[in-house]
């Protein structure tokens, strides 16, 4: 057996992301860190914005009436946009794989007299709820930490109720193609394939010499994360590109992210 399909094997993507996510929690990253008690308060009174991607904001015309409304944020652990939701109205859960991120939401919801619910679990592993149970479903860009997409747009097409609505974001994977050492000298010179793998596309010793400590990343190709969508049922009702605001080599080229609004058929 190669020796990429035996890392394949041994490895537990959801335990290894998991103990990453918590570490990063502990380190600050920029997606861990949670909302002040002014983005709450202005959040209150109808002052808010959220990214499913890293830089532009979701048009407010993509969200449901939000007051009284049951959310779902799934993979979104964090303290970012789950207090958000819950402040503007929404009668929130949130869904992690990270305890550590979650307890940052918990946190927010304690300090700022939120009411919302965490659960831990898997992203493409739903069970936890009911068929038609959320009005909407946050889903930020995240499903690049598992294997296979496709589940995730099934259980979310499960758990909306007819007529809910799927906000995601992913990233583009064109993002994943390139020698990330030529790219830090803004050469871009192909090197992976899609479908990418941080488990059998690059080697354990790459992989932690230019992500250390990031959790493990795959690139699903767009059949996947459109297609994928499409065939769980849901129908396309909005569409944007994104891209890390400048800050990347590859911005001055292409937007490496995109931003989905899916409605399941009534």
């Known amino acids: 057996m190669p020796q990429s399909e035996e890392l394949e094997d041994a490895m537990d993507v959801r335990a290894e992301n998991r103990s990453r996510w918590n570490a990063l929690v502990e380190k600050r990253d920029r997606w861990t860190v949670p909302v002040t008690p002014k983005a709450v308060a202005r959040a209150r009174d109808g002052e808010w914005e959220l990214v499913l991607t890293p830089s532009k904001p979701v048009p407010r015309s993509w969200y449901p009436v939000l007051d009284g409304a049951s959310v779902l944020v799934l ?4 303290g970012q946009q789950g207090p958000i939701l819950s402040a503007a109205g929404a009668e929130v859960t949130v869904f992690d ?9 918990r946190m927010v919801a304690e300090r700022d007299g939120l009411s919302l619910r965490t659960v831990e679990g898997d992203m493409a592993d739903l069970c936890a709820f009911g068929d038609e149970s959320f009005d909407l479903v946050f889903h930020p860009c995240s499903n690049g930490f598992v294997e296979i997409v496709r589940p995730v747009w099934d259980e979310a ?3 909306l109720k007819s007529g809910g609505i799927l906000l995601s974001g992913f990233s583009n994977p064109i993002i994943y193609l390139f020698d990330p050492e030529l790219e830090k000298e803004g050469i871009h010179r192909l090197r992976y394939s899609v479908p990418y793998s941080d488990l059998t596309s690059i080697s354990s010793e790459e992989r932690e010499k230019f992500y250390p400590d990031e959790p493990l990343s795959f690139g699903h190709s767009l059949e996947d994360q459109i297609g994928g969508q499409l065939e769980a049922g849901f129908l396309l009702t909005g569409f944007y590109e994104d891209d890390w605001g400048g800050t990347a080599p590859l911005d001055s080229h292409i937007k490496g992210f995109i931003a989905t609004r899916a409605v399941k058929p009534a």
């Open 75 to 78: 993979a979104g652990g964090g």
């Open 157 to 159: 097409f499960r758990v």
């Open 97 to 105: 794989n990270s305890p550590r991120q979650l307890e940052q939401d």
